[in-house]
């Protein structure tokens, strides 16, 4: 069974730092994209970044940009989200996926994407 696991989420005041991680098992994804999405109350779930399976290309993004740094370590079998400067308006659940087949693109839209994870929440305080 495919797993998705997210953890790193929490309060935090503007300006402040979290790093989200996705812990996949049941399967590897050393070949596969992945991507970090968000969702906040009333809004449609949106990309913030995407990662391919080698890490050589990423998108974020434009609301993100220069403030978070999508990783991942294949090895781990685990993707990153580094959040730097946060803002009231990255206020959302954040929920990591994974695509089932091998590509070598990253990919922005919640239909790409076939594994998901519980979402973690995150919350930033002004």
């Known amino acids: 069974q495919v797993q998705l696991v997210e953890s790193g989420g929490g309060l935090v005041q503007a300006g402040g730092s979290l790093r989200l991680s996705c812990a996949a098992s049941?399967?590897?994804?050393?070949?596969?994209?992945m991507g970090w999405f968000r969702q906040a109350p009333g809004k449609e779930r949106e990309c913030v970044a995407a990662?391919?399976?080698?890490?050589?290309?990423?998108y974020y993004a434009d609301s993100v940009k220069g403030r978070f740094t999508i990783s991942r370590d294949n090895a781990k079998n685990t993707m990153y989200l580094q959040m730097n400067s946060l803002k009231p308006e990255d206020t959302a659940v954040y929920y990591c996926?994974?695509?089932?087949?091998?590509?070598?693109?990253?990919?922005?839209?919640?239909?790409?994407?076939?594994?998901w994870g519980q979402g973690t929440q995150v919350t930033v305080s002004s």
């Open positions: 990662i391919n399976w080698s890490g050589g290309s990423s």
């Open positions: 049941g399967r590897t994804f050393s070949s596969n994209a």
């Open positions: 996926a994974a695509r089932r087949f091998v590509s070598a693109s990253n990919y922005v839209r919640p239909s790409d994407y076939d594994y």
